[in-house]
């Protein structure tokens, strides 16, 4: 059975930083990204990493966020730095069975098939 289990969100100030985790099991991933969601809007692709590493960024969040994957745990990682109330969002991981998703492509939510249940990040001061 595939599941995946996102961790770590919660209340920060601006500029704070947050680390958000997402264990999967049942499967090993190609593709992995983080999305997020705000009420009333779809959902949009944060950052990506690949089978060979490659990320993506969306342009918002690029020199403040890094993905990474631990394959040796099964385990995908969004480190958040200087974050901003902007950011604030339901953030949730996805996986896709492509293992070569890069560019917008990497960042589309409909490339994605198994997704979390979310985690929530609150920016405010």
């Known amino acids: 059975q595939v599941q995946l289990a996102e961790s770590g969100g919660g209340s920060v100030q601006p500029g704070g930083s947050l680390r958000l985790s997402c264990g999967l099991s049942?499967?090993?991933?190609?593709?992995m990204g983080w999305f997020r969601r705000t009420p009333g809007t779809e959902h949009e692709g944060v950052a990506a990493v690949n089978s060979v590493g490659t990320t993506t960024y969306r342009d918002s969040v690029r020199g403040r966020f890094t993905v990474s994957r631990d394959s040796a745990v099964n385990t995908l990682y969004l480190q958040m730095d200087n974050l901003q109330p902007e950011d604030t969002a339901l953030y949730y991981c996805?996986?896709?069975?492509?293992?070569?998703?890069?560019?917008?492509?990497?960042?589309?939510?409909?490339?994605?098939?198994?997704w979390g249940r979310g985690t929530q990040v609150t920016v405010s001061s």
């Open positions: 049942g499967f090993t991933a190609g593709s």
């Open positions: 996805a996986t896709s069975w492509s293992l070569y998703l890069s560019g917008s492509q990497a960042l589309a939510p409909n490339n994605y098939g198994n």
